[in-house]
Each structure stands twice: as C-alpha cells, then as structure tokens.
C-alpha cells in the first residue's frame, strides 16, 4: 500500500485530530497574511498621509548659509541643476521624491515676495509615483494667497517679472507660513528671470533613509551625498522623517511581537495534536514495523501527514487571511485599500511553502517517538 | 534453515530484571512444522519476537539462512523481515480504519511485488475472505480477522511463517481453518513456527517444542530428514 493512500485513509478516520492541526496552520497563515498586508497597507498610508507634511531632507549649495537658512527657509547659495540627474541615478540612495527648486526674495511693485522655480519632480528608475505637489508647466504661475492679495492678481493675469510673461493659472489659499509671499513657476522660467541659468538653489527629497538601522541617518547621507555631489550639505527635517519612520515602524513591531507569538502556540498547539495521533496510532506503528515499515517509512507516514496538515492550512489560511483583510481593511486604510488590500499570489506561494516544513517541524518529536517505537513491546502489550 | 544460538533475554522492569529466555538452543530446518508449548509467561512470545526480527535478544545470536538478523542494521532487518517472514498474532492486529484487502496490502508496499493486488485477492480467495474484500475488520467475526491477518503475513511469499497462538481467542471450529491454512503453507513447503497450547495443534506439526520458564524442555516428535 502507497504511503500517500494510507496517510489519506488515516486522515479520513481521525478526520478530528486532522482537521484541529489543520485549524492551528490555517490561523497561523491567516494571521501572518493579514499582518502582511496590514504592515504593507499601513506603510502605504502613512506614506500618502505623510504627503501632505512635505519633505524631510534639504541637500543645499556648500556655500549656504545655514543659519540663515533655517530662519529664512531660503537658500542664498545655488548649485548645478545637474546635480538633480546625477542623484537620481545614484544607486543605493533611498529616496521617492526629488524636487530641485532656486528661490529668491525679491520686489515686485514694491512687493515683497519669493520666486520659487521648481523642476519637474523625480522618482526612481521604475518606481512611478504620484507627484507630492503640482508641476507648473512653462509660463505659468502658481501665486500665493497674501501675494495675490497685495497685488491684486488673479487666475488668468498675465503677470510681468523682469522681461518674464508668466500666465497666473492658480491663487493659492492660504497657508500660513512663506508659501503665501511665493509665486511659483518652471524652474527655467525662474532663472532666466534670476538670471540664475542652470542652476538651482536647493534639493529636497523624502524618504532617504528613514528605514536606516542608526540613529544617525544624517551621517550616512552626508557621505553619500558627498561622494556624488561634493560640494553640497544636508539637512534633514528629523521630527518628521522620524514620525514617518516610527508610524512605519509600528506596524513592523508588532507584527514582530505578535506573529512569533501565534507561530509558537501554533506549533505547540500542533505537536500536541500529532502526540495525540501517535499515541492513538501505537498499535498501528507496531504492525506495520511487524509488516516491514522501517524507521524511515514510519517518519515518512507522520511527516507525510503533517505536509498535508500544512499544505491544507496555508491554503484556507491565504484565502481567510485575505478575507479578513478585505473586510476589515477598508475601514482602517481609507486611502489606500483599493489598491493594497487585492490578494497576493506571491503570499500564497510562501505560505504553501513555509506552513509545511513549519507543520513538519511542529510534529517531528513526535513523529520521531513514532519511528523509534518497539514493536514488539507494542504488540505483546495486551 | 533458523539456528538459535544460546538466545538470552532480559527485560529491564521496575522490580528488577525478569529473564524471559534463558540460553535458548534451538535449529528448525527449512519447512518444518514446529510447536511451541508452554504455560503463559514462558517466553513463547519473546522468542517468537526474537526470531521475527522484532526483538534484539540481550545474548545470543538468530541467524536464518546465514543470516544473523542482530547483526544486521535495523533497515535491513526490517526489510529482510518483510520478505522472509510472515507474522500471525492473537490479537489478529488489523488497522481498524482499513478495509480487508488494504490490510493485507499493508505488507505491498515495503517489497518490489508488481502485481500486490492480484495476490492479496488469490490469498483472499483461498482464505475464503473474497465477499469481505472491502469491509471494515469491525464488519468481520474473529475467524476472518484472523484469515485476514494470515493473508498478510502471506503477501510477500515469505518462507518463515510465525504464529503467536493464533487460535487462541477463536472457537474450534475456526481454530481449525486456521491451523488448517497454516499446515497448507508448511505443505507448500514453507516453515511455521506455531506457539500455542491447542491440543489438535499438535497433530499437525512436525515436532512440539516446550519452553518453562525461558528454558527449552524435551522435545517431541519427529524432525524431517532434510
């Protein structure tokens, strides 16, 4: 008789037993795919909220006053726009958003404002994202809300800067802080008006780095930074990269908690259930080592079975796992549920992978007990 | 032919150690029909346990055909079990959850038989069990869950056949097929070692071997020639 048959006619007969083991998997696999796809959720929502709180890392011209900087928010020093290039294509640099930009104070009709040009923002190779702010086309403006006040410009004004003609397509509201005083446009429009040709007065980027083992994401920045842009420094918005690190974080850390946690009351939970099997099944074991099973085809028969326990459980585990997620996750994860909450095959394909060997594991004392029995002291135990 | 070598075994108990063979002494040659007799506790079962392979003995040496089974690794020995030698118990032993003809293929899937199917059928048949194919050994009475556990000892053609009181929970009449079976295998030329107290038992063998106390007695009967 096949192995697999017999472990199939035992299954059906202790369809109890089996059916416990295979509940203990399936909630482990659950758990570990609705954890999965809530750490994956949370960190795209966090993302997207964190949009909204703008960048956290400023790479600036070497000759910029910091001091001044940090009062001002304005960088009075500029560097290459190629700078921009040559940090998107640098590998090993973690970032999602790059935005060059060259500002300036500077008077209009006796207004004080800052023209603020700003390149098309940049991505990584093969990673498209939304853009974190909107992308001014050539000859435009974006206008502040305190700038437009004083000035009395609305959508649709052509206005004049230096020999410049820009075409008002937006009044901002109001925000409360510098971004009122701007007036906003393509980066190549701002500096032939600030005669300031291809260059641009500072980087500004999200994400470098947040998930950085150190406490000092800075130091490595820097001397990343330094060795493709040389003549640059860096500053980092550390309240908010650490905000958006440690929400990230937190799913990550209780997943870490939580999940080794089910694992192991799961196996324990298993490797009880298959005692159970191989004390019920001593007699059993002792005919067929009577018949010829060695060692090593009763190891096979329980290790078969608890395969089977594990294959079974990564499935309906998967498919309740997802289930779980799709009902209970468009109520946490407004923004993103649609697009993060569909099932993952690559989930499946690990679950069906890892819950055998982790069942397998579960159940070998046992099922080496059941391999080393005596035969013949079961089967003269009368 | 099956030499027992001054077999010696002692289980280890809580009370101390119990010597259920002492310096056994015995050679059956290739197809004959032996007896053992003795009161319970006499070590009939330990050495039937002994020369199947199944229970290493403390001292002493079972060789079969050549063969010293304790010498050999336990895979081995379990292989070798399954191809020479056939095991009939009291209790029958059946798996509860298996139909009859699952039972008697039990045995299939350790040696390299291409057919086991169409054996374990021709055993069935001739055992009278072909109607009880597919039943459950809770569907069958004690005689055909005794057959049953004769066609799987039989399966793989072994030459050794061991019984350990097969007739001992059935009524005579079925004790008598039983023995019947198991004299219609030492006719093929087979050979049974039967440990019993049946009395008609005793018609059928060649020679009846006595155990006390873990000690082999006189011996009656005769031995064949070959």
């Not at chain 1, 289930?323 to 109520?331: E, R, T």
């Not at chain 2, 045995?107 to 057919?115: C, E, L």
């Amino acid at each position: 008789m096949k192995i697999l048959s017999l472990i199939a006619k035992e299954i059906r007969h202790r369809w109890i037993n089996f059916l416990l083991a295979v509940l203990a998997v399936t909630i482990a696999v659950a758990m570990f795919v609705s954890f999965c796809t809530a750490e994956r959720a949370s960190e795209r929502e966090t993302a997207r909220i964190m949009l909204t709180m703008g960048y956290n890392l400023h790479i600036l011209p070497e000759n910029t006053d910091i001091d001044r900087f940090l009062l001002t928010g304005l960088s009075d020093g500029t560097m290459p726009e190629q700078y921009l290039e040559k940090l998107a294509s640098r590998k090993g640099f973690s970032y999602n958003h790059l935005l060059a930009s060259l500002q300036r104070k500077m008077k209009l009709r006796g207004v004080e404002i800052v023209l603020t040009g700003l390149a098309p923002e940049l991505c990584p190779p093969g990673h498209k994202k939304p853009p974190m702010i909107y992308q001014i086309e050539h000859g435009t403006a974006y206008v502040g809300y305190r700038a437009a006040e004083k000035l009395g410009i609305e959508e649709g004004d052509l206005l004049e800067l230096e020999d410049k003609k820009l075409k008002v397509v937006n009044c901002l509201k109001e925000q409360g802080g510098i971004a009122d005083i701007r007036i906003q446009c393509h980066l190549h429009d701002a500096q032939q008006i600030l005669h300031l040709p291809d260059r641009i007065s500072q980087i500004q980027a999200v994400d470098c780095l947040c998930f950085a083992p150190t406490d000092d994401p800075v130091s490595i920045l820097r001397s990343q930074i330094k060795s493709v842009l040389p003549d640059a420094q860096v500053l980092q918005s550390r309240s908010m990269a650490t905000a958006r690190t440690r929400q990230r974080r937190m799913i990550r850390d209780i997943f870490a908690v939580v999940m080794p946690g089910i694992a192991i009351a799961c196996g324990i939970w298993i490797a009880v259930l298959t005692m159970m099997n191989v004390r019920d099944r001593e007699h059993e074991i002792g005919i067929l080592r009577a018949v010829g099973y060695g060692a090593g085809r009763v190891l096979l028969l329980f290790l078969g079975r608890a395969v089977v326990v594990g294959l079974l459980g990564a499935m309906l585990g998967f498919l309740f796992g997802t289930a779980l997620a799709q009902y209970f996750g468009p109520g946490v994860f407004k923004i993103t549920a649609p697009t993060i909450l569909s099932p993952q095959l690559a989930w499946l394909l690990w679950s069906l992978l890892l819950a055998p060997v982790f069942s397998a594991i579960a159940s070998f004392i046992p099922t080496v007990l059941a391999a080393t029995m005596d035969p013949a002291a079961i089967l003269t135990e009368e | 032919m099956i030499v027992i070598e001054n077999i010696t075994k002692i289980y280890q108990t809580r009370r101390g150690s119990v010597t259920a063979l002492d310096g056994v002494r015995l050679e059956i040659n290739d197809g004959e029909f032996v007896a053992v007799q003795g009161p319970s506790g006499s070590g009939k079962t330990t050495l039937l346990m002994t020369i199947a392979a199944m229970l290493r003995p403390s001292r002493g040496h079972v060789i079969i055909d050549g063969h010293k089974l304790y010498q050999m690794s336990v895979g081995k020995r379990a292989r070798f079990r399954a191809r020479e030698i056939g095991f009939v118990f009291q209790m029958f032993h059946l798996i509860p959850y298996l139909t009859v003809i699952d039972n008697v293929l039990l045995a299939a899937g350790v040696t390299a038989d291409k057919n086991p199917t169409a054996r374990a059928m021709e055993l069935l048949n001739v055992l009278g069990l072909r109607d009880r194919a597919q039943h459950k050994p809770s569907a069958l009475s004690a005689g055909e869950k005794q057959r049953t556990a004769i066609a799987r000892a039989l399966l793989n053609n072994p030459t050794l056949l061991l019984a350990d009181e097969p007739t001992g929970n059935l009524d005579p009449a079925n004790a008598d097929v039983v023995l019947n079976h198991l004299s219609a295998f030492h006719k093929h030329g087979g050979t049974v070692i039967l440990a019993t107290h049946s009395r008609r038992a005793e018609q059928l063998v060649d020679r009846t071997v006595h155990l006390q106390n873990g000690v082999i007695g006189n011996s009656a009967g005769c031995s064949p020639s070959n």
